[in-house]
């Protein structure tokens, strides 16, 4: 078991800017702002021999109360499950009552207590601590998380005060994500209840579920398991239109959030029932599809519908969202759990068909078909040659078509392929790509007969 180290603090004290330190990313959204985490985020690091989980949290404060509230309960889970606390005060800012409280109730918890004085760049590392020894805490660092300065030494000191941190062995490195992991994002409006849903498949409190929109601010990963199956769960901040992101930070969570869903390998996207599907709605739908990920839809809030405005929804789904009809979609109460339990039976299903293999004959005789019933139009009198299909990747499966005039296919008949090719392969959950090439069939053997051309026999004689 690798050892959990926990970041607390009051806000703006740099505990993000040292997670992404201590991680070597940039996975905890940074900004000079106070309160901007609220989740808590989860890296794996090493610095020196022994790789370490840390935990970075939100700041706390004195308000016990709403949103603060909420943080705070985030962030003492975290030090319940941590090995070893790392308080950060801002060397900057100098000792407040805030960092005596902190410090008095981490005492209180019993766990390993480090002193972490941040921001200490360019000053005297002893005239610095020194208001601080009055905490009367056993271990004490200066360092400047922004410039790593210190925190190569500040790790090296935590981890050999935890049981055999200092026994000599073998360098151990990271584990690395296990394959066959399915990466689940869960996208939407803001307040139509993703973090809800993310607590209710992880079984715990793990995210901020609060009935106020923009809660969630940044993009968390959570690893679990569920029949066997490995997930990293990644709950993202909801995504409004353009016109209307205005906060600096807002549109930082945005771009989190984007890239969320092109390091997915499958998207739930999350409706509300209760508001309707708006042109917000639409315009995210695309952007998951432009990604090519395959896709499970989830109407939450369902619970306590009357049967005439469920009746409206399903009729609105329909009209609004017939393009994405290959997507599995759910009528589900993440609050009550409703419909919950079927969602990853979709996305195992939507994972499976977006990395499946596909063979070159499978492909070409599907082709085959589909050409026998309905011969694309003529250009110009002539006919459109389709002759030979490959896949050219997966997730989403991208299929590639060799043949004559390809510049002149319609979009209708790329339509009627890509319909047809997904019921004869059972290709539900993910988009499908069709590519055209001119040109011979790169699959071709010099020598070889082509299917239709005349066996000759031999070199032709010609007589006198």
């Not at 005789?365 to 389709?386: C, D, F, N, T, Y």
């Not at 004559?404 to 319609?410: A, L, Q, T, Y």
């Amino acid at each position: 078991m690798l050892p959990v180290i926990a970041l607390v603090g009051r806000p703006n004290v740099g505990k993000s800017t040292l997670f992404n330190s201590l991680t070597r990313t940039r996975n905890a959204l940074v900004a000079d702002l106070p309160g901007l985490t609220r989740d808590r985020q989860y890296g794996i690091g090493q610095r020196g021999p022994r790789p370490y989980v840390v935990v970075d949290t939100g700041g706390l404060t004195d308000e016990a109360e709403g949103l603060a509230g909420l943080v705070a309960q985030q962030a003492w889970r975290a030090i319940e499950e941590a090995d070893a606390v790392l308080l950060l005060v801002d060397g900057r800012g100098g000792l407040t009552a805030a960092d005596e409280e902190i410090a008095s109730q981490l005492r209180r918890a019993g766990k390993t207590l480090h002193l972490v004085i941040n921001k200490g760049e360019h000053r005297d590392p002893d005239l610095l601590s020194a208001e601080f020894h009055s905490l009367g805490l056993d271990y004490l660092h200066v360092i400047a998380a922004t410039h790593n300065e210190g925190v190569e030494t500040l790790m090296e000191e935590v981890l050999a005060a935890l049981p055999g941190g200092g026994e000599e062995g073998e360098k151990t490195t990271a584990p690395e994500e296990p394959e066959g992991v399915i990466k689940l994002a869960v996208v939407g409006r803001p307040n139509v209840g993703k973090s809800t849903l993310v607590n209710r498949l992880l079984g715990e409190e793990r995210m901020l579920a609060c009935d106020m929109p923009g809660t969630t601010r940044d993009s968390v990963s959570a690893p679990f398991e569920r029949d066997g199956q490995l997930y990293t769960l990644i709950d993202t901040a909801g995504v409004r239109r353009r016109s209307r992101v205005s906060e600096v930070v807002e549109k930082f969570s945005v771009i989190k959030a984007l890239q969320a869903i092109e390091q997915a390998h499958v998207i739930v996207l999350v409706l509300d029932a209760r508001q309707g599907i708006g042109d917000q709605d639409a315009s995210l739908l695309g952007l998951v599809l432009d990604s090519g990920r395959a896709l499970v839809v989830a109407v939450n809030k369902w619970d306590h519908l009357d049967p005439d405005i469920r009746a409206e929804v399903k009729r609105e789904l329909d009209r609004r969202l017939g393009f994405v009809d290959f997507a599995k979609m759910h009528f589900i109460s993440a609050l009550h759990g409703t419909g919950v339990g079927e969602l990853l039976a979709s996305v195992r299903e939507a994972y499976a068909a977006a990395t499946r293999k596909l063979s070159t004959p499978e492909l070409t005789r599907i082709l085959e078909g589909a050409l026998a019933a309905h011969q694309p139009p003529l250009v110009h009198g002539h006919s459109i040659k389709l002759r030979y299909a490959h896949q050219g990747g997966q997730n989403p499966p991208m299929i590639i078509i060799h043949g004559n005039r390809i510049d002149h296919v319609p979009d209708s008949y790329r339509r009627y392929l890509v319909g047809v090719y997904r019921k004869r392969l059972d290709l539900w959950g993910t988009p499908i790509r069709i590519e055209f090439r001119g040109g011979e069939n790169p699959y071709h053997q010099p020598g070889a007969v082509r299917p239709g051309q005349p066996k000759t026999g031999g070199p032709r004689k010609f007589g006198k």
